[in-house]
């Protein structure tokens, strides 16, 4: 396989976790990271001590500090940078030469939704509107059940790289085909976006059934699936409502296999979320929804599905669509309702 520079844009532990494998799989990958403490880390040390620490790293991936020298001469680019902070980060390379002129295939990792005054917007559309034109319906997502901390490992995770331009996916794919990873192609951006953003949600509510579980003679293993299924229904929903193209996007990994992972690993910081909500009472130190997204610093890890929560309620909102797992975490984020309770009407009662 021919070695490819790469450019890794968030120094965060997805953005990290695959960065080693490609570098691992033989590309030369540069990462851009904003904390000095990275930089010297990784460069001197070969380990990401404050997003992934524990994981011995590639001599072929390195750091900087500077966002344009990671993406100067890149023949590709993956952002990996928080949903939050998306725009502002894409903006400050529109002018790299080799991104002005669209040489460069540029691939995204973020999960989540971007607010807009038109809306909560997906990924690669907020991308797209900030990148040159030529971008346009060129860039490729790629999401798939893959926690940080075993695709840095190289344990078998499989991925899929969606674009609108075929060729692009196929050569993002070929890419990302390195020791660990398993990945294939889809046409369907809109589905496979929604999946990655909105089982962070249900995965929230995962994370707090299991730890009622933990001390209940009322929910199980049994109810765990049952809240599952349940989620990957109004996951469907919203999908198909905002554009998805493709049913089986749904049931593949992008979907049914993504979510699963991220309600049940250990990993998962959106499950770890759900159960401090009930252990901890981690809600406590935020007045309301709005709180909890303006001092997520707070909480010490970034719970994707918080966030995410609040754009799915608007986009339900706005096309008059009925999602009562999704509405129901953002009654409990936003204080409008207690978690036990909200778990004994939909799951006992069922009062949707």
Excluded at 168 to 182: A, D
Excluded at 278 to 303: E, Q, R, V, W
């Amino acid at each position: 396989m021919e070695s490819k520079n790469v450019g890794v844009l968030g120094g965060g532990a997805w953005g990290t976790g695959l960065a080693q494998a490609l570098a691992n799989g033989g590309h030369k990958v540069q990462m851009w990271a904003l904390e000095p403490e990275v930089k010297e880390s990784v460069n001197n040390e070969h380990e990401n001590k404050k997003f992934l620490p524990g994981y011995k790293l590639s001599e072929n991936l390195t750091v900087t500090n500077d966002i344009i020298e990671a993406a100067t001469g890149k023949e590709f680019i993956i952002i990996a940078s928080p949903s939050l902070f998306l725009a502002s980060t894409i903006q400050k390379i529109t002018s790299v030469p080799n991104i002005a002129d669209g040489s460069t295939i540029i691939a995204a990792l973020t999960k989540g939704f971007v607010p807009s005054k038109d809306g909560p917007k997906l990924i690669l559309e907020t991308i797209e509107n900030v990148l040159p034109g030529i971008y346009k319906g060129n860039t490729v997502y790629v999401a798939g059940p893959s926690h940080a901390e075993e695709v840095a490992m190289g344990k078998l995770t499989g991925l899929i790289a969606a674009s609108e331009n075929g060729k692009n996916s196929i050569k993002v794919r070929e890419l990302l085909r390195v020791p660990g990873l398993m990945v294939y192609s889809s046409f369907d951006v809109v589905g496979v976006q929604i999946c990655a953003a909105a089982k962070n949600v249900i995965a929230v509510i995962y994370g707090a059934l299991d730890a009622v579980s933990e001390h209940s003679q009322l929910f199980g293993d049994n109810s765990e699936s049952l809240l599952l299924a349940a989620g990957l229904n109004e996951i469907q929903t919203l999908g198909m409502a905002m554009g998805a193209t493709h049913p089986e996007t749904f049931t593949s990994i992008s979907g049914v296999g993504d979510l699963d992972v991220t309600c049940k690993s250990k990993f998962g910081r959106n499950r770890r979320f759900g159960q401090d909500i009930i252990k901890t009472d981690i809600l406590s130190k935020f007045k309301d929804l709005d709180d909890l997204i303006a001092n997520i610093g707070k909480i010490g890890y970034l719970p994707e599905g918080a966030v995410a929560c609040k754009y799915v309620h608007e986009l339900c909102e706005r096309r008059d669509i009925k999602l009562p797992l999704c509405n129901g975490l953002y009654r409990i984020l936003n204080k409008e309702i207690r978690p036990l309770d909200f778990l004994d009407q939909f799951l006992l009662k069922g009062n949707y």
